[in-house]
């Protein structure tokens, strides 16, 4: 007497021919389901891996430095656009410049932006020369501010700004302006008194020469 089909236990009977196909393509799903999300696991740790890999292998070191304006050949070219003499600040030792153009929005200025050198230190000087312009211009930089007296440097009677509110005219404390000739030379920033009054005194000789050129 020949052997009949395996009983399966949880049917009490043998498993009919459809239902031995069913659970042998029933097990070849969930083992094709385990082999793709083993797949992906590994292709997630390769790729994790590759990113160590490029990370690790990033030189590191300090940020490349920034070439210096050439503030020299700037201040030329503006020269021939403005017709005139502009001045072209000296920054000390431990200062850079950090900008140097020409704007023009109703009014042509000649600005030159400088701030230390120490990344500890805080705060900037700006220089503008706005052309053909008196304090009514200072107004607009200084976010309305007006003069609230006059203090001679070094033979130069400069126009004294007190900024109320810093945080509403862009950290701005403090500025001095003058008339040199048919301009107005305005040195603004979030420096103090002392210190914007001390590089007024070393443009002197060329608020003179502007002076003298108009």
């Known amino acids: 007497m020949s052997k009949g089909a395996p009983i399966v236990a949880e049917l009490g009977r043998p498993e009919t021919p459809q239902?031995?196909?069913?659970?042998?393509?029933?097990?070849?799903?969930?083992?094709?389901?385990?082999?793709?999300?083993?797949?992906?696991?590994?292709?997630?740790?390769?790729?994790?891996?590759?990113?160590?890999?490029?990370?690790?292998?990033?030189?590191?070191?300090?940020?490349?430095?920034?070439?210096p304006i050439d503030l020299a050949g700037i201040a030329?070219?503006?020269?021939?656009?403005?017709?005139?003499?502009?001045?072209?600040?000296?920054?000390p030792e431990d200062w850079r410049v950090t900008a140097a153009e020409i704007t023009g929005a109703g009014v042509t200025v000649w600005n030159v932006t400088l701030a230390p050198t120490a990344d500890d230190e805080r705060g900037f000087l700006k220089l503008s020369q706005a052309a053909d312009a008196d304090?009514?211009?200072?107004?607009?930089?200084?976010?309305?501010?007006?003069?609230?007296?006059?203090?001679?440097v070094d033979g130069v009677e400069w126009d004294v700004y007190k900024i109320a509110n810093p945080e509403a005219s862009g950290n701005i404390t403090y500025a001095l302006g003058t008339q040199a000739g048919s301009d107005y030379v305005l040195l603004y920033g979030s420096r103090s008194a002392d210190e914007t009054a001390d590089f007024a005194k070393t443009l002197t000789p060329q608020i003179e020469k502007l002076e003298e050129a108009q």
């Open 19 to 67: 239902e031995t196909a069913d659970r042998k393509a029933e097990s070849s799903r969930i083992y094709r389901s385990s082999q793709t999300f083993r797949n992906l696991i590994a292709a997630l740790l390769v790729t994790i891996g590759v990113v160590i890999v490029i990370v690790l292998a990033v030189p590191r070191g300090e940020p490349v430095a920034q070439p």
């Open 76 to 91: 030329k070219n503006a020269e021939t656009s403005l017709d005139r003499p502009v001045i072209v600040p000296d920054p």
């Open 135 to 152: 304090r009514m211009w200072a107004a607009t930089p200084l976010r309305g501010a007006q003069p609230s007296g006059t203090v001679d």
